[in-house]
C-alpha cells in the first residue's frame, strides 16, 4: 500500500516560515506530478503548487514569490518552503501525489492525499 505523511506544520507569527514535507512511502514505482492543496473551515479546499517530476512548479496568485516547492525522488518527498507568512495562509495543508506503483507483477497508478498538516499563521 502507498501512503503520503505530512509533516512540518504547527503555530508561527505573521511574516515567520515554515517548512512542509510530504513522504511518500510503499510499493512505488515511479512519483509523477505532485501538489499541495490547502482548506481552511469554511471554505474550499484550493491548489496552493504543483510540481512535475522535473521540478517544474506553478504557484496560485496569493503565495507567488513567497512559497517554494521542491521534490527530492530519491527520498520520495516533496517539500513546501513557506516565508513571509500571513494570517489568510491557515490551513490544513494536504499533499497530493500521483503515484504509479508495483506489485504481483502489475502496475497500479492512481491518486492519493495525505492526512494534512495544520498550519496556524497568528499573532
Known amino acids: 500500500q502507498v501512503r503520503l505523511v505530512e509533516s512540518g506544520g504547527g503555530l508561527v507569527q505573521p511574516g515567520g516560515s515554515l517548512r512542509l514535507s510530504c513522504a511518500a512511502s510503499?510499493?512505488?514505482?515511479?512519483?509523477?506530478?505532485m501538489a499541495w492543496h490547502r482548506q481552511a473551515p469554511g471554505n474550499q479546499r484550493e491548489l496552493v503548487a504543483t510540481?512535475?517530476?522535473?521540478?517544474?512548479?506553478n504557484y496560485a496568485d496569493s503565495v507567488k514569490g513567497r512559497f517554494t516547492n521542491s521534490r527530492d525522488n530519491a527520498k520520495n518527498t516533496m517539500y513546501l518552503q513557506m516565508n513571509s507568512l500571513k494570517p489568510e495562509d491557515t490551513a490544513v495543508y494536504y499533499c497530493?501525489?500521483?503515484?504509479?506503483?508495483?506489485?504481483?507483477?502489475?502496475?497500479?497508478?492512481?491518486?492519493?492525499w495525505g492526512q494534512g498538516t495544520q498550519v496556524t499563521v497568528s499573532s
Open positions: 510540481i512535475t517530476t522535473g521540478g517544474s512548479t
Open positions: 497530493y501525489a500521483k503515484i504509479t506503483g508495483y506489485s504481483e507483477g502489475y502496475f497500479h497508478a492512481g491518486d492519493y
Open positions: 510503499g510499493n512505488i514505482f515511479s512519483l509523477d506530478d
